[in-house]
């Protein structure tokens, strides 16, 4: 199991910043996959970033087009942690913010997604 805890979100008005972060823990991996995703309501939960592990030495983050190059995500492996960085903020950014981790194996990220409780971010024009 895989426990998941985000901080930062809030309200911001069009042209802003915010970060949000997330912290994973657990006593089955030594590390994690992580990423960030957004949901709208009646909406499927969308993806943001997402980086992948093949479980040696290499490492690939890979961003949605929504991210539009005004997202980037920052990773901590000592601290488990995977930072949100968001700027030039949209009315149409706001939504739902959701972490995820998958477990590393030996051969690369496990399948399954554990999720984070959820981060609302409102932007206003």
């Known amino acids: 199991v895989i426990e998941l805890v985000q901080s930062g979100g809030g309200s911001v008005r069009a042209g802003g910043s915010l970060t949000l972060s997330c912290t994973a823990s657990g006593d089955t991996y030594n590390s994690y996959c992580m990423g960030w995703y957004r949901q709208v309501p009646g909406k499927a939960r969308d993806l943001l970033a997402r980086e992948e592990n093949d479980g040696r030495t290499t490492r690939r983050t890979t961003y949605a087009e929504s991210a539009g190059g005004r997202f980037t995500v920052s990773k901590d492996d000592l601290k488990n942690s995977l930072s949100l960085h968001m700027r030039d903020l949209e009315p149409e950014d706001t939504a739902m913010h959701y972490c995820?981790?998958?477990?590393?194996?030996?051969?690369?990220?496990?399948?399954?997604?554990?999720w984070g409780q959820g981060s609302q971010v409102t932007v206003s024009s």
């Open positions: 995820e981790a998958r477990g590393v194996w030996p051969w690369g990220c496990d399948a399954f997604q554990y």
